[in-house]
């Protein structure tokens, strides 16, 4: 069965980190560029970075830039999101999903994403 694995996700205050894991299965996950995608409470989603197949390209959202790095493990078929100088208004479920682009607030038919991580951001 094709499927993403979220895992890393949990309480943190203000100003602490997380590394959140997504384990891929069944597809050529080598191949495929990945990308995590979040939804805060009573939100749409929000595309937070993308990063190429091979690692050498990518790309973060303007509100988690310099905070967030994304990286990924061919060899191991994972894919990271390390969180630093985390934000209440990062708080949110994290998902991640195959493909490089997030198109509009909503899943389309067909993507291959995980159920997602908690991340909950309060003092």
Do not use: H
Not at 13 to 28: M, N
């Amino acid at each position: 069965e094709v499927q993403l694995v979220e895992s890393g996700g949990g309480l943190v205050q203000p100003g602490g980190s997380l590394r959140l894991t997504c384990a891929a299965s069944e597809f050529i996950f080598s191949n495929a560029a990945m990308r995590w995608v979040r939804q805060a409470p009573g939100k749409g989603l929000e595309w937070v970075s993308s990063i190429d197949s091979g690692g050498g390209r990518k790309n973060y959202a303007d509100s988690v830039k310099g905070r967030f790095t994304i990286s990924r493990d061919n060899a191991k078929n994972t894919l990271y999101l390390q969180l630093n100088s985390l934000k209440t208004e990062d708080t949110a479920m994290y998902y991640c999903a195959r493909g490089w682009a997030q198109y509009g607030s909503t899943w389309q038919p067909g993507t291959l994403r995980g159920q997602g991580t908690q991340v909950t951001v309060s003092s």
